[in-house]
């Protein structure tokens, strides 16, 4: 037996069959959904009885994707979609107290993406499969970091998720690793599968829920200890009491010591170097 045959299918491939069946005469009994192959049956796929199917399918499209692009491992990077480039006017308000603010945020977006540049150079510099940015895909800080990795023609990541506002990705994510989600719970797991740090800019909800739950899973040794890093002390000093969490007995002193402030992209990234000895 040749090689060729020994690696020769033995039965058509289910695309092969999908396109076979799309040929087949018109008649009531081919019109009819039950008909359909159930795999090719997008009003099946999306009964509620399929929705574990769907979170299966949900976690395994990304995995493959990081394969075949050779990602390895990543820092995730989370912050405010509202927080604008410099020079910029913010999007989704009129309130002048509000638009100063967050004008006054902007260099946040400057430093967000200095710190992806500097991530990125070293990630091609040591073959590209490693310390890929992962962003959330969408504007503001993720956009900032996005468009770092592009500074230097590194690839980037960005994870969408399916919203009434900020649905279309950033145009400096990499398209072939610009992904949409359903679930937030799959998200959240490919935020954290590959990632060797966490870098957190100022934020809102979405930012809390996810720094939080990172921090959750490093205090419970669910996840291996790495650098999570918080730009802006006095912005996260002023909306989260860290020390009245440990004074208050609902977390341990050592806790504190969980994350870093830091406020610059040049400082965040020395921390990374130094965790990890690079």
Not at 40 to 49: G, V, Y
Not at 107 to 116: G, I, L, P, S, V
Not at 167 to 196: C, D, E, G, W
Request: charged fraction near 25%.
């Amino acid at each position: 037996m040749s090689d060729q045959d020994k690696t020769k299918r033995h039965f058509r491939t289910a695309c092969e069959d999908r396109n076979i069946l799309r040929q087949v005469p018109q008649t009531p009994q081919t019109c009819s959904g039950a008909y359909t192959l159930a795999f090719d049956d997008a009003d099946f796929l999306l009964r509620d009885e399929l929705r574990p199917v769907r979170l299966q399918l949900e976690l395994l499209k990304p995995e493959i994707i990081f394969e075949e692009q050779g990602v390895d491992s990543t820092i995730a990077v989370f912050g405010g979609a509202r927080i604008p480039a410099p020079g910029t006017r913010p999007e989704r308000t009129d309130d002048p107290a509000l638009i100063k603010s967050l004008q006054d945020k902007a260099h946040y977006y400057e430093e967000a993406r200095q710190f992806a540049r500097l991530v990125s150079q070293y990630s091609l510099d040591t073959g590209g499969r490693d310390w890929v940015i992962c962003s959330g895909g969408g504007p503001g800080v993720m956009e900032a970091v996005n468009r770092g990795a592009d500074d230097v023609s590194a690839k980037s990541i960005g994870l969408n998720i399916v919203l009434p506002h900020e649905q279309a990705p950033n145009s400096y994510v990499t398209p072939a690793l610009s992904l949409q989600f359903h679930y937030f719970a799959i998200r959240k797991m490919h935020f954290l599968m590959r990632a060797k740090a966490l870098a957190v800019f100022p934020g809102g909800f979405g930012t809390l829920d996810e720094t939080f739950e990172t921090l959750t899973l490093i205090q419970t040794g669910r996840i291996a200890p790495m650098p999570v890093l918080l730009f802006g002390e006095a912005f996260w000093r002023r909306i989260i009491d860290f020390d009245a969490l440990a004074a208050e007995g609902t977390i341990s002193p050592d806790d504190l010591e969980l994350f870093q402030f830091v406020e610059t992209g040049e400082e965040g990234w020395a921390i990374i170097k130094q965790f990890y000895k690079l």
